[in-house]
């Protein structure tokens, strides 16, 4: 089978990766991929946003199935759009149709959606340019800090934290009054912080049943200690050692099985993944975000627990088999570790050379903000790469994963030493 997948990261040089392994996949384009992805397959010049260029080369090159890897081209709709073309109709295409993607693009949806189906979650309200005041003055009566989302897609910056009330005032103001992430912040969400430690959970669904994938633990401060600003991601751990069989029976009952039941009852047909952003707040689960696709850099490390032919997972998602799928995990430990360019996430340079890949040892590295130049691998990106290790023992898991970041140079390079430490 030719498959097409969508994306350019490092989840997708994960999935890529995962996907060459199966003797099911005849061939594997990457559109339009990376310097990492190119390692599994054959990366082709077309933007995941222009249904009509991917359609073409689907059609053109006897494509069977279409992987989108991130959310912007699921919430525009690819999937309706290949479902309502004769010619592409009987092309898979893993993920949500954008009724579905509505979960992650808009989170003002997801709360409703949430809240109709009794789904734990934090306290909330929404509010446009017309309700500005009622917003105010719902700030002042929540305690610090103050939680602000922008409703729509904002490249993963579109959530930001105050513990000053003032701060939260100011912004949640500019959100609205001067567009502070375009059309995503022509409604913004403000809700209650929920206090406890944040857990990443997916599942496979063929839009009736389920099955569980590896969780993740996720660090996205930039600096150590869980300081600084928030990136899409420095690194996580998979398994989690405090999500115990109790905790997770709670969240197959409270928030998986309701959601599912939830897309069913509202009649939106969804085969993809769904990544539940949760937290544990005294050993109960809260549902902080949903995402419809998997999580990056949370992919970099739950993929490779994955022993089962992923492929065919993917092909039982679509044929809606998923309950007959035997899923194999790997139990031991995978520790990701983030190698992120000078001032990421905020302003940072690119363009510098990479080396020490020779070097790398008991790890994997997937590539993300990684291109070919000249014949020089050079930084593209704010995240650059993730080195990935696995091992019984978490410690030498992380033991390795830092062993290798230490070898990979490039002008700027900085990463967390601390990813993993609070699970020890």
Not at 82 to 108: D, H, Q, T, Y
């Amino acid at each position: 089978m030719k498959i097409l997948l969508l994306g350019s990261g490092g989840r997708e040089h994960a999935i890529a990766w995962k996907i060459n392994q199966s003797p099911l996949c005849e061939k594997l384009f990457i559109a339009p991929g990376n310097a990492g992805t190119s390692l599994c397959g054959e990366n082709v010049k077309i933007d995941p946003d222009d249904f009509a260029a991917v359609g073409r080369y689907a059609t053109e090159q006897g494509i069977k199935m279409v992987v989108v890897g991130p959310e912007k081209p699921l919430v525009k709709g690819i999937a309706d759009y290949f479902s309502n073309n004769s010619g592409l109709k009987n092309i898979a295409v893993i993920g949500p149709k954008s009724e579905g993607a509505r979960l992650e693009g808009s989170k003002a949806f997801a709360k409703e959606f949430m809240q109709k189906y009794q789904i734990p979650t934090a306290k909330y309200q929404s509010f446009y340019k017309e309700t500005l005041d009622e917003g105010l003055r719902f700030l002042e009566s929540l305690k610090p800090p103050y939680v602000i989302k922008a409703d729509g897609l904002a490249a993963g910056k579109g959530v930001l934290i105050f513990d000053k009330l003032k701060d939260a005032m100011n912004s949640f103001k500019k959100m609205i009054t001067e567009r502070m992430f375009g059309d995503a912040s022509d409604c913004v969400v403000i809700e209650e912080f929920l206090e406890g430690k944040e857990i990443s959970v997916f599942v496979a669904t063929d839009g009736h049943n389920y099955i569980m994938l590896p969780e993740a633990k996720d660090y996205k401060r930039a600096g150590e200690g869980d300081t600084g600003p928030n990136t899409c991601g420095m690194g996580c751990i998979s398994p989690v050692p405090f999500a115990g069989q109790l905790f997770m029976k709670k969240v197959r009952n409270r928030i998986i099985e309701p959601t599912i039941s939830g897309l069913v009852k509202e009649n939106i047909d969804y085969k993809g993944f769904i990544f539940f952003g949760l937290m544990n707040v005294d050993g109960d689960p809260y549902v902080i975000e949903y995402n419809v696709r998997l999580g990056d850099p949370e992919a970099e490390a739950t993929l490779p627990r994955i022993n089962s032919d992923f492929v065919q997972l993917l092909k039982q998602i679509s044929n809606k088999t998923i309950h007959e799928y035997k899923i194999e995990i790997n139990p031991d430990f995978a520790s990701t570790i983030i190698l992120a360019s000078g001032g990421y996430p905020g302003n940072y340079r690119k363009g510098y050379e990479i080396t020490g890949l020779d070097l790398i040892k008991d790890s994997i590295v997937f590539y993300a903000g990684a291109c070919c130049q000249n014949d020089k691998l050079i930084t593209s990106g704010g995240r650059v790469m993730a080195i990935t290790s696995l091992d019984r023992n978490i410690e030498q898991a992380l033991k390795k994963s830092k062993l290798n970041a230490e070898k990979i140079d490039f002008q700027g390079k900085y990463y967390r030493k601390d990813i993993g430490n609070d699970l020890i």
